[in-house]
């Protein structure tokens, strides 16, 4: 059974930084396409980052050059690493794994940037 647990997030000042980390059990993501969407209060669910093996890294123009998708696959761990955060980032911030054509997800983890 695959399953994504993510964590890092809290809240930080705008300007501030921070990591999440999403770990998969279950199966490895290194041939896999894997990302973070996230979803903020009252808003649609939008692809902040993705990266595959074959069309590389993506990233949505509004955190490009703030956000930097990274993975371990020897630690089967999905990173975003997260700089310059503004208060329009709030979001739960939730990983995927795309497995056969059917997106998996994890259970999310909140980002809120307020001062």
């Known amino acids: 059974q695959v399953q994504l647990v993510e964590s890092g997030g809290g809240l930080v000042q705008p300007g501030g930084s921070l990591r999440l980390s999403c770990v998969a059990t279950?199966?490895?993501?290194?041939?896999?396409?894997v990302g973070w969407y996230r979803q903020a209060p009252g808003k649609q669910r939008e692809m902040v980052a993705r990266?595959?093996?074959?069309?590389?890294?993506t990233y949505v123009d509004s955190v490009r050059g703030r956000f930097t998708i990274a993975k371990d696959n020897a630690k089967k761990t999905v990173y975003l690493q997260m700089n310059n955060l503004k208060p329009e980032d709030t979001a739960v911030y939730s990983c995927?794994?795309?497995?056969?054509?059917?997106?998996?997800w994890g259970k999310g983890t909140l980002v809120t940037v307020s001062s």
């Open positions: 995927f794994v795309r497995v056969s054509g059917v997106d998996v």
């Open positions: 279950g199966l490895g993501v290194s041939m896999l396409v």
């Open positions: 990266i595959g093996p074959i069309s590389g890294t």
